[in-house]
């Protein structure tokens, strides 16, 4: 299992570069399932969704698995308000 961790921040500011280091290691990740480790956040916004969407995107084009694992409750609430928390797999 690839297990990619997210910083502390990830709102709009950070956006791009998060995706710039997390879309190389899913491109070249070996196992069936990705998964992303977000128990560092802190600093959450609509991005840190947009981000963890992208990521979900790049894993099924590659048709590998991916979840979400560590949530802060605030970040699983807003996902849960997008409609998106069953698409990210978050425990």
Do not use: K, W
Not at 7 to 36: C, F, G, N, W, Y
């Amino acid at each position: 299992m690839t297990t990619l961790t997210l910083p502390a921040a990830l709102t709009l500011r950070d956006a791009r570069s998060a995706l710039a280091t997390l879309e190389p290691a899913i491109a070249q990740a070996d196992e069936a399932t990705i998964t992303v480790d977000a128990g560092a956040l802190s600093q959450i916004d609509s991005a840190s969704l947009a981000v963890l969407l992208q990521c979900r995107r790049l894993a099924e084009e590659r048709q590998r698995g991916f979840e979400v694992r560590n949530a802060p409750v605030r970040l699983v609430e807003l996902a849960r308000l997008y409609g998106v928390a069953e698409l990210l797999h978050m425990d």
